[in-house]
């Protein structure tokens, strides 16, 4: 189903804040623990999990804390928890002085003034903070220019490590080459060296190395851990010709604790926003001058939601941003300027262009995105931009690429050597609605694996429901169709008892009927239960006052969240079908059938 990239059915709704998190750090060490979760192996060999960068930090209370960069995250634990991992990559969104990009490494060093050190790579560079009290800290600072002669490929890591002389030793990874440089007695510093050729030992010379750090712990001997193509090694003082893999102790972080439930699936994104300044409402931003949504909130909002609703299971992170000073390019219609697009939301839609003519193609080419994605940069694009800005809600560029809720971009007319998928996003509008848009994704998508949605919005439901029916059909089939209700479709439906003329998408989701239907069942996939139903209205997903307008939007919310919820996300397959759809909405080839 296309949805026209205009407006739908206008309810403002207040931004949610930014959960910033504190960043709780006292002063720790010990000993790398023996064992830990793990869970089952993917069925399929793609872009799982990026295993960045691990480094241990003895605080001054003398115990042990171990940070973990998985997927663009930041993990913590401390000693003696080792079982529990705390996502705290919250405390680095939103801050001023770090700009956006996928963190790839986080070290702290206690140094000899008492003072603790924090340094967090993302995006290529290295950003430091000081530690100014218990609890405090200073502001964060770019540090890029204290690697000359490093290179100029994008960093990925930097790591402090005080030794038991008192003297530092700094180690900074860059383009896969490892650099070190060590203190002066008279605290000076001397030039960078490489010091790649150390790692031999360590894994496949053909992998990229991504991060190094050198702890050294209670016992006085050091460790050192080398992380290498998604592998991370360790070896201890004096053996330092073995090198060993202790990757498997990472297996479980980040994912679900369901062994049923799949394993994360990572994907890169770059996002172009279109956002120019409108120069007669004081030369504000579109976005800020409308007072519509903040890009960057809404992007880890969904971003959040959608790791929430599948399980873990889609973890995004943001590997590159393009801000752009301008109205979006059009192939069919001239593109806006600020008074022709101020009169379009003045008197819409009358004077508004209704045609999805963004020109993905020179926008494709003028920004080198089919060259990232082939060159594995990136997995997906974003696109930002206000109301009639032409944009499909998603579709896809690349060789084989099909409907996902818009036109397929020739392969002819781009370069892109891979699939990619696309999304086009709407600052004036809350997060649910670009939880609708991967919702009408998962929708195409999966109509492209069967070959046929028969119970597709905005068409009058079949009279009789295919004795046939494929998955997709019987995972959406709605209150109306000629069957026990399931999940119905991603506007709602699943328990409104009439198809209604009026209403031929089938927005329902406020809906108080009561309606029995298989959805729930649908989290024992493939192991459905014919019968298997529950008496459910909106008060499921949208709370108590779900029919109530004061209720809008809670229900909104937690209906998106509820069927992108039962998604299948399990490990395995049946009957030639990935019991994980969302491989196939995330990474099509690597399960086309």
Known sequence: MQLIFHRKPRRRLPLLSTALGALSLAFAASALPATAAVGPASVVQGRTNTLASFGPTVYSDGLQRQYLVKNGRVYKRTEPNWNTWENISAAFEGVPQLPLGENTSFDVELYRDGLHRQFLTRGGH????????????????????????????????????????????????????????????????????????????????????????????????????????????????????????????????????????????????????????????????????????????????????????????????????????????????????????????????????????????????????????????????????????????????????????????????????VKLNIMGFNYEREPERMLEDMGHRVEGTMKHRFGRWANSPPAPPPTMFPPDANLLERFTARGFDATTAACGNIHGSLNTPQYDPGNRWGYDFTNGHYEYNTCDDWENYPNLSPGATTLNNCTKWGGPRCTFPDGYRAADRGWHLYWLGKVPNFVGSHLGVQNNWWWYVMDWDVVAP
């Open 126 to 417: 290295v950003y430091r903070r000081i530690q100014t009290g218990i609890d405090q800290w200073g502001l964060w600072e770019n540090i890029d220019a204290a690697f000359p002669g490093t290179g100029s490929e994008p960093i990925s890591s930097f790591s402090v490590a005080v030794y038991a002389d008192g003297l530092q030793r700094q180690f900074v990874v860059r383009g896969g080459q490892v650099f070190r440089r060590t203190q002066t007695a008279s605290g000076g510093w001397p030039a960078w060296e490489d010091i790649t050729s150390v790692f031999s030992g360590a894994g496949s010379s053909e992998a990229t190395i991504t991060a190094f750090h050198v702890a050294l712990y209670n016992d006085g001997k050091l460790r050192q851990f080398v992380t290498r193509g998604d592998q991370v090694y360790r070896r201890t003082e004096p053996n330092w010709n073995t090198w060993e893999d202790i990757s498997s102790l990472f297996d479980g972080v980040g994912r679900s604790a369901d062994p049923r439930v799949d394993d994360p699936i990572h994907k890169r994104v770059m996002v172009i926003e279109f956002n120019p300044t409108i120069q007669s409402m004081n030369n504000l931003r579109l976005s800020q001058a409308k007072g519509w949504y903040d890009p960057r909130v809404l992007e880890q909002q969904y971003i959040q939601f959608l790791e929430q609703a599948s399980g873990q299971v889609v973890q995004y992170s943001i590997a590159k941003h393009v801000f752009v000073d301008a109205f979006a390019p059009r192939t069919q219609n001239p593109i806006y300027s600020e008074a022709t697009y101020l009169k379009c939301l003045a008197d819409e839609p009358d004077t508004c262009p209704r045609q999805n003519d963004f020109d993905y193609v020179s926008v494709l080419r003028q920004y080198g995105v089919c060259e990232k994605a082939n060159a594995g940069e990136i997995d997906e694009l974003w696109l930002w931009g206000g109301p009639y800005f032409g944009y499909f809600e998603a579709n896809m560029a690349g060789p084989g690429a099909f409907w996902t809720n818009g036109d397929p971009i020739p392969p002819q007319l781009s370069t892109c050597q």
